[in-house]
């Protein structure tokens, strides 16, 4: 996966991204949302906001910002935040342009198993993410005990040309972070290959 691949990709998924979508993660969407318990007045970062399918589901007194490299993607993200606090930037989630400690929680929906570097794009938000803040993660992982199979790498392969890489697995994304709880970690989705997540950062 690499950015300019990504961007010819998505182009092409901002085309039918809000018919098909919807009818796949739903209620995995919904759990992930549910399980930030966001307040008024908080700030929440959403990097690779994607055509805004959370948006809203997102309570109306949160003040968000959405990220994403992609044009196409973030035109359709535009109507779902008319005349609500929500900031669309266009943003590589890799290298993010805000100041440590300005988010109160993050979204990572459908994206770290997206972006060439999962990993970084998980640091950068952790390091933007305030202390005693919260993650939210809902994506599909290549599940701890599993081998890369042949059939595993293959499918991999044919995932990527739609951009989206199955065989990343969560702990190589997360590994290093300091100061983080995993507080829930539920399946959700196809046997557990789909997980969501609540992670806090340590107070200060
Ligand atoms: C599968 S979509 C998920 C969108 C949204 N989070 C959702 O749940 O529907 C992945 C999104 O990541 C974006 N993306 C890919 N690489 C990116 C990067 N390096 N920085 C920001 N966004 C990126 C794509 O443009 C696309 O909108």
């Known amino acids: 996966m690499d950015n300019r691949r990504n961007l010819q990709i998505y182009r092409w998924w901002a085309l039918i991204y809000d018919r098909w979508v919807p009818l796949l993660y739903g209620r995995a969407r919904r759990r992930a949302i549910a399980l930030l318990d966001l307040r008024p007045g908080e700030r929440l970062l959403i990097p690779g906001v994607g055509t805004g399918l959370d ?31 929500v900031r669309l930037l266009f943003m590589d989630v890799q290298a993010l342009g805000f100041r440590q400690a300005s988010f109160d929680a993050l979204l990572f929906n459908l994206i770290l198993t997206v972006v060439p570097d999962g990993a970084a794009a998980f640091r950068e938000g952790w390091r933007v993410l305030k202390p005693g803040g919260r993650a939210v993660i809902f994506d599909k992982f290549l599940p701890e005990g599993a081998a890369l199979t042949a059939r595993r790498r293959a499918l991999g392969r044919l995932l990527m040309g739609v951009g989206t890489d199955p065989n990343r697995r969560l702990s190589e994304i997360l590994d290093g972070v300091a100061g983080m709880t995993v507080e829930r970690d539920e399946p959700i989705l196809l046997r557990g290959h789909f997980r969501v997540l609540l992670l806090r950062k340590a107070p200060a």
């Open 55 to 85: 948006l809203p589901r997102i309570p109306p007194q949160v003040s968000v910002v959405g990220a994403d490299l992609s044009p196409h993607m973030l035109a359709r993200a535009a109507p779902k935040a008319a005349g609500r606090d």
